[in-house]
Structures are given as structure tokens and as C-alpha cells.
């Protein structure tokens, strides 16, 4: 006879769980028949009462995953609670980075605008423009005007 050593799944293994679970309760239908009614309301009573531990050993085991998924943030920031400057400087880092891409945004834009501004200067100072034309009010229109 061979051994064969299998690895289920979690799904694999909850299936297999509950179709023995099927069975037994199966078994014990047919076997509480043949008993007797107070033997029948004690099976019952006791049943219910497994079903509500089982019930609260599955909410303790989840609120102990919870807790342990905390906890595993917390180990990774330091632990306890000296790990607290640590999520505030985590949580206004990005406002830090935001007003910091702000600030770079201005500058850039204002180094453009003065660009733009230099440049038409260099164009009228380097054109041979009577002096007259700058004070005309077409002029600065002119200027306004965008170049194409």
C-alpha cells in the first residue's frame, strides 16, 4: 500500500470538513430515533450549546487576526508605542511633498514668465524702432498680441 501524502488547500480541507461533518450528523439522526425524549432534548441542548462555543471560538480567532495584523504594522514601524512619531511623520509627508510641488510649480512658472518677458525686451532693443512708436497705443497692442 502506497503513502501518499497530500497537501490540501484551505477549501480543499473546509470541503472535506464538512462532508464528514454531513456524515456524522447523518449517523447520529438515524441513531437518536431509537432514543428516548429527554435523551433527544440533552443531545439537543448540548448541540446548540457546542454550535455557540464554536461560534465565539471563531469570532475570538478573528479578532486575534485582526489584532496580530496590527500588530505586524506595528513591528514593522518600531513597535509599541514609541512608533508613534513615526505615523505622524507618515501621514504629513504628503502634505509636505504637496506643498513642496507647489512651491517648484510657482518657481518654474515664474522663471518662464520672466523668460517670455526677456526675450520680447531683447527683440525691441535689438529692432530698429523709432522712439516714437513706443509711445503709440497700437504699440501695445502689439505686444499684447501672441507671436506665432
Do not use: C
Not at 103 to 117: N, W
Not at 118 to 139: C, H, K, Q
Amino acid at each position: 500500500m502506497k503513502n501518499q501524502n497530500t497537501i490540501l488547500s484551505s477549501s480543499g480541507l473546509e470541503t472535506l470538513q464538512a462532508r464528514f461533518a454531513l456524515r456524522v450528523t447523518a449517523q447520529l439522526n438515524e441513531a437518536s430515533r431509537e432514543l428516548p425524549h429527554d435523551v433527544t432534548e440533552r443531545l439537543k441542548a448540548a448541540r446548540e450549546h457546542a454550535l455557540e462555543r464554536a461560534r465565539l471560538a471563531r469570532r475570538a480567532e478573528a479578532a486575534t487576526q485582526v489584532q496580530t495584523a496590527g500588530g505586524g504594522v506595528a513591528a514593522l514601524l518600531g513597535g509599541g508605542p514609541r512608533s508613534d512619531w513615526w505615523l505622524k511623520l507618515a501621514s504629513v509627508l504628503p502634505l509636505v511633498a504637496l506643498v513642496i510641488g507647489f512651491v517648484l510649480i510657482e518657481h518654474v512658472h515664474t522663471k518662464t514668465q520672466i523668460s517670455a518677458a526677456a526675450e520680447i525686451d531683447a527683440a525691441l532693443l535689438a529692432d530698429d524702432v523709432p522712439p516714437a512708436a513706443y509711445s503709440d497705443p497700437g504699440f501695445v497692442e502689439f505686444l499684447k498680441a501672441p507671436r506665432d
